[in-house]
C-alpha cells in the first residue's frame, strides 16, 4: 500500500495537534491488558425502535426543535456553490455567496414553490433562478428578477425573498434550524465538540467521495454500532477487526454529543507520540446529538448524516474526507482503495445489520432489546434522547 509520505499527506494528525482534552483522554486510556468490561443491564422495549408516537416526538422535539447537520462545509467551500438537501422532510437549499457566509433557505421559489434546485449534488451558481417562470434570487436570497413584472400589481419583491432558516457554520458542518420562526440553541456544538472538529482539521478538509444510502431501518438502529465496539470484532471480522482490540476505550459526554476515543491492536500509551500519525494509534468516533457520526482514520475521516425518513426508513449521506484532494497517481490509488473499502465495511456490513435487525424486531421474537458493557454508550445516548423527548 502506498506510503502517507507517497501520498503527500501534509501535516499528518498528531498527538500534539489534538486538543488539550482529547490529549488528556488519549493519555488515560489504560493499555488492553488493563481494559476491564463492566456489566449493565439496560434495555429498550420494542416500541422505542417500531413505534409510531415515538418517531413523532423526536420528530417535533428534537429534529424540528434543535438544530441538525445538513451537510459539511467540505461540500460547498468556494463562494457560489450551492446544494440541495431533501433528506429531513423540508427541502432546503444551501448556498456560500460572495461574503463566505452559507445560508439556508426553503427550496421553494416564491411564486409557486417550484424547487429551484433539484438536484442533490454540489453545484455553482451566480444566481438562482426558477426552472418555471424564471424568477431570480441572489445567494443571499433576494427576489432580485421577476419576467413581466408589470403583470403583478403591487408586487413587493422585499416580501417574497426567499424563506430563510437558522444556520449556522461550526466546525466544519453546516447546522440548520428546520423551523422558520424559532432560532435554535447552537450552544451545545460550539463548545469541546467544535474545539475537537477543529483540532481535527475538519473545516479544510477535502470532500473526497460522498454517497447516498436508503436503509430500510429506524435511524437509531442505524446509529447503534457508531456506539459501541462489542460488534466489530463479529461483524467485521472479515474485514476491519484485525485492526481493533475488543475492549471499550474511553467516553464522554460534551454535551448532548458522545466521544469515544479507543486505542488500536496493541495500543499503549506510552507509545503514542513523537510525531507520528496519532490515527494509527487510536481512533475518535464523535455521535454529535442528534445524528452526526464522526470516525477517523490514518488518512481520512469518515461523516454521516442520518437522516429519519419514517420508522422503518433512513438516509445515511456519507462523506470521505481528506487532508487534501490526491495529486498524484499514489495518492488516487490509496483513497481510492479507502474509499472502496469503507463503502463496502459500511455499507454492506453495518448497515446491512442494521436492515436485518429491523426485520427481526418487527417479528416479534423478544419483548426488547438488551445491553451489555461494550454497548453501556447506546443507554447514554438514548438518554440524552429521552431528556429531549420528555421520556425521561
Not at 421559489?109 to 453545484?123: D, F, I, M, Q, R
Not at 451566480?126 to 432580485?144: D, K, M, N
Amino acid at each position: 500500500m502506498p506510503t502517507a509520505a507517497a501520498a503527500r499527506i501534509q501535516d499528518v494528525p498528531t498527538i500534539e495537534s489534538l486538543s488539550a482534552d482529547q490529549i488528556a483522554t488519549i493519555k488515560a486510556i489504560p493499555p488492553h491488558v488493563d481494559d476491564e468490561v463492566r456489566a449493565i443491564s439496560d434495555s429498550r422495549p420494542l416500541s422505542f425502535f417500531l413505534g409510531e408516537d415515538q418517531f413523532a416526538l423526536e420528530q417535533e422535539r428534537v429534529f424540528r426543535r434543535l438544530p441538525v447537520p445538513m451537510a459539511l462545509s467540505a461540500l460547498l467551500p468556494n463562494p457560489g456553490d450551492v446544494l440541495a438537501v431533501d433528506s429531513y422532510g423540508p427541502d432546503v437549499l444551501l448556498t456560500r455567496a460572495k461574503d463566505g457566509v452559507v445560508r439556508a433557505f426553503l427550496n421553494a421559489c416564491t411564486h409557486k414553490g417550484a424547487s429551484l434546485v433539484e438536484t442533490g449534488e454540489p453545484g455553482r451558481a451566480p444566481r438562482l433562478v426558477c426552472p418555471y417562470h424564471a424568477w431570480t434570487f441572489s445567494l443571499e436570497g433576494q427576489l432580485i428578477g421577476v419576467p413581466r413584472q408589470e403583470g403583478f400589481a403591487g408586487l413587493c419583491r422585499e416580501e417574497r425573498n426567499l424563506a430563510e432558516l437558522p444556520c449556522r457554520e461550526i466546525g466544519g458542518v453546516i447546522w440548520v434550524g428546520l423551523t422558520r420562526d424559532s432560532e435554535p440553541d447552537f450552544s451545545d456544538i460550539e463548545g469541546q465538540l467544535m474545539i475537537d472538529f477543529e483540532a481535527l482539521r475538519i473545516p479544510e478538509m477535502h470532500a473526497y467521495g460522498r454517497r447516498r444510502f436508503e436503509l430500510k431501518a429506524n435511524w437509531k438502529l442505524v446509529l447503534e454500532p457508531f456506539l459501541e465496539p462489542y460488534h466489530v470484532k463479529r461483524l467485521h471480522a472479515n474485514s476491519v477487526a484485525p485492526l481493533f482490540a475488543d475492549v471499550a476505550g474511553l467516553s464522554h459526554r460534551l454535551g448532548r454529543n458522545i466521544r469515544q476515543i479507543s486505542g488500536k491492536v496493541q495500543f499503549s500509551p506510552d507509545k503514542v507520540g513523537g510525531g507520528e500519525n496519532i490515527h494509527k494509534s487510536i481512533t475518535h468516533a464523535y455521535t454529535a446529538f442528534p445524528n452526526l457520526v464522526v470516525v477517523t482514520s490514518p488518512y481520512y475521516i469518515s461523516m454521516m448524516i442520518l437522516a429519519p425518513q419514517a420508522i422503518d426508513r433512513t438516509i445515511v449521506d456519507y462523506v470521505m474526507l481528506t487532508r487534501g484532494a490526491p495529486d498524484n497517481p499514489k495518492a488516487e490509488e490509496l483513497f481510492a482503495k479507502s474509499y472502496a473499502m469503507i463503502l463496502d465495511v459500511f455499507g454492506n456490513e453495518d448497515f446491512k445489520a442494521a436492515e436485518k435487525c429491523h426485520r427481526g424486531l418487527v417479528q416479534g421474537a423478544m419483548p426488547d432489546v438488551i445491553y451489555c458493557g461494550l454497548e453501556e454508550m447506546i443507554p447514554l445516548y438514548y438518554s440524552i434522547l429521552d431528556a429531549e423527548t420528555g421520556a425521561a
